[in-house]
Structures are given as structure tokens and as C-alpha cells.
């Protein structure tokens, strides 16, 4: 059987899902919860404390360009579980730490458990199982991987009530452990989560698109780590409380989830348009918030559904660009770029404030959705000119 002729069922899916809401919770947003209970006890610098995740972020690009070959070696499944438990030991690892080097250990572990459980390589096998079918999918899941915030962050301060900050992460590698057991009853008879390696590099007229693509998500994610990191500081700025920020995640998961209720009928290329134009109306709104602070309420709001959508048009636009055998090994190497940026960003956004306020930042920020818009139009007439050939070449008998 094919990959083209299998269909996800609702079970994977569904496992999947809240395999990465978990990861996510234990991983990427821990310190936004823990990072005060951290330096109150400790006495580390917030900075500190979150350098652990950069350093987390570093590792997995460090990894990227070998995730195909880890995939095709080990197999979709046992990745994705590996991945999980080394999240699981740098959380026991984190409860345990009494030094700042331990503590950088230990987000180094984290870091590559990242790389192979989350987003990048999950989707990987689901295109290599299931080729153009797993739009879908991709979309249900990464609504499932938004809700992280939304539940581990207030999950994690009610927690903080009742227990010490390292009894919490205690709570978080357990639930990493539940996480990884989740993960093995993914296996099905039909659809057993392979994955294979083609091992063959990008062809020559494919490399232009290909840059594009890695240009594209690069400048994307550099912008939207930068953005969120420091939201909160951009809406306090205009006078309105930091709840505000929870109009990012209604946005974000409102988005994700209206495109799971139509059935993911745009195209990728089509949603990387429409998500690459609204950046930048986006940012206009931001300044126009110095003449009308209410528009920052619909900045928040509507630069998160942006954000909830940059997952799906990341992990589904290769689907047009590359034959998906070639998924894994495309990606791992492509994504190399954002990832190293989305590791600068927060460090970026922060001298960017400090040297030219708010309104340079945002103005910084403008002149990036501009470029990203262009790069995504010069990608999706590159696409469809390719279509167009290929359209030409098989007609000619």
C-alpha cells in the first residue's frame, strides 16, 4: 500500500495531537511559568533562566540537518518516543539541578528531545506515510499543539500554589513518561509510523524554490519568536493590562481551528499567501496604535491567528515544492535558517527595544512583513510556472 492510498484515522491523529500538546507544555512554554519560582530560590537572572531555552533551540538546529537519517535509522515511531523521553530526563534533570551548568545540560537534553518529538519531525512521518493526505491532519494536530499554552501555562501557576517550582517539573517529566506511552499505541497494522530516506540532494531546478522556501520560514520565524517574546512589553506600552496577550492564543487557536472546520481546502500555497500578506497589515495596525491604541487589541488578535496559521503553511508547503519521500530530508536541512533565527530573536527584539522603542521595533518589524509578503509571491508564481510545465509536459504525447 502507498502512502497516497492510506488516510490517517481519527485515533493517530488524535494521539499525535496530544502527544505534542504535552511536549510542548513540558518544553517550550515551562519557563514562561517557572522562570519567576526559579529566581526568587536561585537567585539566576530571568536571562539565565531562558538562555536554557535558546540553548534548547540551538541544539535542535544542530540536529535538524540529521533528522531524515534518524527517522530512516530508528523508524517515525521510536523517534518520537525517544524524543519524548529525553524531555521527560532533562525535566527529572532540571527538579534535580543545583548548578547553572547542570541546568544548561539539561536544556540541551530537552533541546534534542525537541527536535524529535515535536512539530518538524511528527509531520515528517505523517507525510511519509501518508504523502498529500496528511493536510489534514497536519492542520487537527497543530490545533492540539496550540492549546499548550493555554492549558500548561495556568496549569503550571495553579500548580506553583500547592508545590515547589522542582516538584513541578517533577509533575512535567511524569507526564512526559504518560506522554511517551501515549505515543506506542500509535502503531497500526495498516499504517505503521515509518519512515524512509531517499537520500538523494535537491535537483537543480528545484534549488531556487527551495531557497525561497528556507527564506521565507526563516524570516517568518525570526519575526514571530521576536513578536511573541516580547508582547507583552509591546501591549503594556500602549497602556493596556498584559491579559491582553490572551487574544494571541484565541487568535491562534481560532484560526488553526477554522481551518480544520473547512476542511484545509486552501492550498498551501494559497494559505502562505494570504498568511504573508496579513503580516504586514498586521504591524500597520501595531502603529497605528500611537493615533488609536484601540488597534492594538487588534494587532494581539489578529497577529496571533497569523502566528497559528505560520505552523500549517511551514509544515505543508513542502507538499507542493518536493515529492513527499523527500519530506524529511528536505526539511531538516531547510528549516536550518529559522531555527538558528528563532534562537537570535528573542536577544534581537530585546536591543531593537532598547535602541529604538517600541515604535522601531515595530517599524523593524513592517519592513520584515514586507519582505516576507514578496518572498511568498515570488514562491507561489515559481510553483505554479513549475505546475504549468509539468502540466505542458505531460500533455505532449
Given at each position: 500500500?502507498?502512502?497516497?492510498?492510506?488516510?490517517?484515522?481519527?485515533?493517530?491523529?488524535t494521539c499525535a495531537g496530544i502527544s505534542q500538546l504535552i511536549n510542548w507544555g513540558i518544553s517550550f512554554y515551562m519557563p514562561g511559568t517557572l522562570a519567576g519560582a526559579i529566581t526568587s530560590q536561585s537567585g539566576w537572572s530571568s536571562?539565565?533562566?531562558?538562555?536554557?531555552?535558546?540553548?534548547?533551540?540551538?541544539?535542535?538546529?544542530?540536529?535538524?540537518?540529521?533528522?531524515?537519517?534518524?527517522?530512516?535509522?530508528?523508524?517515525?515511531?521510536r523517534t518520537l518516543i525517544i524524543g519524548t523521553l529525553l524531555i521527560a530526563s532533562g525535566c527529572f534533570a532540571i527538579a534535580l539541578t543545583t548548578s547553572k551548568s547542570l541546568w544548561m545540560l539539561s536544556w540541551l537534553v530537552i533541546g534534542a528531545g525537541m527536535?524529535?518529538?515535536?512539530?518538524?519531525?511528527?509531520?515528517?512521518?505523517?507525510?511519509?506515510?501518508?504523502?498529500?493526505?496528511?493536510r489534514r491532519s497536519i492542520s487537527q494536530i497543530a490545533l492540539f499543539g496550540g492549546l499548550a499554552s493555554a492549558l500548561f501555562w495556568p496549569l503550571g501557576s495553579w500548580l506553583l500554589t500547592e508545590l515547589s517550582w522542582r516538584e513541578v517539573v517533577w509533575v512535567y517529566g511524569c507526564a512526559g513518561l504518560i506522554n511517551a506511552a501515549i505515543l506506542s499505541i500509535l502503531r497500526n497494522k495498516k499504517t505503521p509510523l515509518s519512515c524512509q530516506q531517499r537520500g538523494n540532494s535537491i535537483p537543480h531546478n528545484e534549488r531556487f524554490s527551495a531557497l525561497l522556501y528556507a527564506l521565507f520560514i526563516a524570516l517568518m520565524t525570526f519575526v514571530s519568536n521576536g513578536t511573541s517574546t516580547?508582547?507583552?512589553?509591546?501591549?503594556?506600552?500602549?497602556?493596556?493590562?498584559?491579559?491582553?496577550?490572551?487574544?494571541?492564543?484565541?487568535?491562534?487557536t481560532g484560526a488553526r481551528l477554522l481551518d480544520v472546520l473547512t476542511g484545509s481546502r486552501l492550498s498551501p500555497v494559497s494559505l502562505a499567501l494570504v498568511t504573508s500578506l496579513l503580516i504586514p497589515c498586521c504591524f500597520w495596525l501595531a502603529l497605528s496604535a500611537q493615533h488609536a491604541p484601540a488597534c492594538i487589541i487588534s494587532f494581539v488578535f489578529g497577529y496571533g491567528a497569523v502566528n497559528g496559521l505560520m505552523t500549517v503553511v511551514k509544515a505543508t508547503l513542502p507538499l507542493q515544492l518536493f515529492d513527499p519521500l523527500n519530506y524529511a530530508e528536505r526539511t531538516?536541512?531547510?528549516?536550518?535558517?529559522?531555527?538558528?533565527?528563532?534562537?537570535?530573536?528573542?536577544?534581537?527584539?530585546?536591543?531593537l527595544t532598547m535602541h529604538t522603542g517600541v515604535q522601531g521595533t515595530l517599524w523593524f518589524s513592517l519592513t520584515l512583513g514586507l519582505g516576507i509578503a514578496l518572498s511568498a509571491i515570488i514562491l507561489a508564481l515559481r510553483i505554479r510556472a513549475q505546475q504549468k510545465n509539468s502540466e505542458l509536459q505531460s500533455s505532449v504525447p
Amino acid at each position: 500500500m502507498t502512502s497516497e492510498t492510506l488516510l490517517p484515522t481519527r485515533r493517530i491523529t488524535t494521539c499525535a495531537g496530544i502527544s505534542q500538546l504535552i511536549n510542548w507544555g513540558i518544553s517550550f512554554y515551562m519557563p514562561g511559568t517557572l522562570a519567576g519560582a526559579i529566581t526568587s530560590q536561585s537567585g539566576w537572572s530571568s536571562s539565565f533562566i531562558y538562555g536554557g531555552l535558546t540553548l534548547a533551540m540551538l541544539t535542535m538546529a544542530v540536529i535538524s540537518p540529521l533528522i531524515a537519517r534518524i527517522l530512516a535509522s530508528l523508524g517515525g515511531q521510536r523517534t518520537l518516543i525517544i524524543g519524548t523521553l529525553l524531555i521527560a530526563s532533562g525535566c527529572f534533570a532540571i527538579a534535580l539541578t543545583t548548578s547553572k551548568s547542570l541546568w544548561m545540560l539539561s536544556w540541551l537534553v530537552i533541546g534534542a528531545g525537541m527536535r524529535l518529538s515535536l512539530y518538524d519531525a511528527l509531520f515528517a512521518v505523517f507525510v511519509s506515510l501518508y504523502g498529500q493526505h496528511a493536510r489534514r491532519s497536519i492542520s487537527q494536530i497543530a490545533l492540539f499543539g496550540g492549546l499548550a499554552s493555554a492549558l500548561f501555562w495556568p496549569l503550571g501557576s495553579w500548580l506553583l500554589t500547592e508545590l515547589s517550582w522542582r516538584e513541578v517539573v517533577w509533575v512535567y517529566g511524569c507526564a512526559g513518561l504518560i506522554n511517551a506511552a501515549i505515543l506506542s499505541i500509535l502503531r497500526n497494522k495498516k499504517t505503521p509510523l515509518s519512515c524512509q530516506q531517499r537520500g538523494n540532494s535537491i535537483p537543480h531546478n528545484e534549488r531556487f524554490s527551495a531557497l525561497l522556501y528556507a527564506l521565507f520560514i526563516a524570516l517568518m520565524t525570526f519575526v514571530s519568536n521576536g513578536t511573541s517574546t516580547h508582547l507583552p512589553e509591546l501591549i503594556s506600552s500602549f497602556g493596556f493590562p498584559v491579559a491582553l496577550g490572551m487574544l494571541w492564543g484565541v487568535g491562534q487557536t481560532g484560526a488553526r481551528l477554522l481551518d480544520v472546520l473547512t476542511g484545509s481546502r486552501l492550498s498551501p500555497v494559497s494559505l502562505a499567501l494570504v498568511t504573508s500578506l496579513l503580516i504586514p497589515c498586521c504591524f500597520w495596525l501595531a502603529l497605528s496604535a500611537q493615533h488609536a491604541p484601540a488597534c492594538i487589541i487588534s494587532f494581539v488578535f489578529g497577529y496571533g491567528a497569523v502566528n497559528g496559521l505560520m505552523t500549517v503553511v511551514k509544515a505543508t508547503l513542502p507538499l507542493q515544492l518536493f515529492d513527499p519521500l523527500n519530506y524529511a530530508e528536505r526539511t531538516g536541512l531547510l528549516l536550518l535558517p529559522a531555527q538558528l533565527l528563532a534562537a537570535a530573536s528573542p536577544y534581537v527584539w530585546a536591543w531593537l527595544t532598547m535602541h529604538t522603542g517600541v515604535q522601531g521595533t515595530l517599524w523593524f518589524s513592517l519592513t520584515l512583513g514586507l519582505g516576507i509578503a514578496l518572498s511568498a509571491i515570488i514562491l507561489a508564481l515559481r510553483i505554479r510556472a513549475q505546475q504549468k510545465n509539468s502540466e505542458l509536459q505531460s500533455s505532449v504525447p
